[in-house]
């Protein structure tokens, strides 16, 4: 017969070794997610691309990893895989504001402004202290020609933005648009001031 003490040491090793496997495991997951958001963050998207697919294959409900592997294949102009990991990480994270805000600027991308529009309202439900979420509807509603919700939204972003040029060069586009001339060339004066070097400011004047 096994002994009592033998059976203990058995456990015991099991358990040690359980608890190094995991331990490796999170290592590992750490390792590639740092890789991956280095990439990322220096343009080398195929390379982002390698390392969250790796996560993926160590968690698959990992929803930072689709995410971020969907902002990396959007910057490589593949709209309808980014969509697709957008999609699965608002499926894994139904409360995840940025899967649903990149998400609507897929959707914008393809012309499908509606759909764009109702993920934007749910982030923006979600967290409405987000102030980018609005440049992103105030731009999804201008693509829309719904150029007076655009103001609206570019107004809202402003209020907690006012440095941002390209805020009121969008508002002054819609404002041109809505034959408000002279509220257009207010905004497009306004990047001026702020940068009397920028360039677009000096264009759309």
Do not use: C
Request: proline content about 2%; charged content about 25%; overall charge positive.
């Amino acid at each position: 017969m096994i002994g009592a003490k033998v059976v203990k040491k058995f456990l015991l090793s099991i358990i040690l070794l359980s608890t190094a496997l995991a331990s490796n495991a999170q290592w590992d997951k750490d390792v590639f997610s740092w890789r991956g958001r280095t990439a990322l963050s220096d343009g080398k998207y195929a390379q982002a691309i390698e390392n969250f697919n790796i996560l993926i294959q160590l968690d698959t409900t990992d929803y930072w990893s689709y995410f971020y592997r969907g902002i990396a294949k959007y910057n490589l102009g593949d709209l309808r895989g980014a969509q697709k990991d957008f999609d699965r990480s608002v499926t894994l994270d139904p409360v995840f504001t940025n899967g649903y805000h990149y998400r609507a600027i897929t959707k914008s991308r393809f012309g499908e402004y509606d759909a764009a529009l109702e993920d934007l309202q749910k982030a923006i439900s979600l967290r409405p202290g987000l102030t980018g979420l609005y440049f992103s509807r105030g731009v999804t509603y201008f693509l829309s020609q719904r150029f007076d919700e655009a103001v609206k939204d570019f107004n809202r972003y402003i209020r907690k933005e006012p440095e941002d040029p390209g805020a009121y060069l969008n508002r002054g586009a819609s404002y041109l648009f809505l034959a408000d001339t002279t509220r257009a060339l207010e905004d497009y004066n306004k990047p001026i001031s702020l940068d009397r070097f920028d360039a677009e400011g000096y264009v759309r004047r």
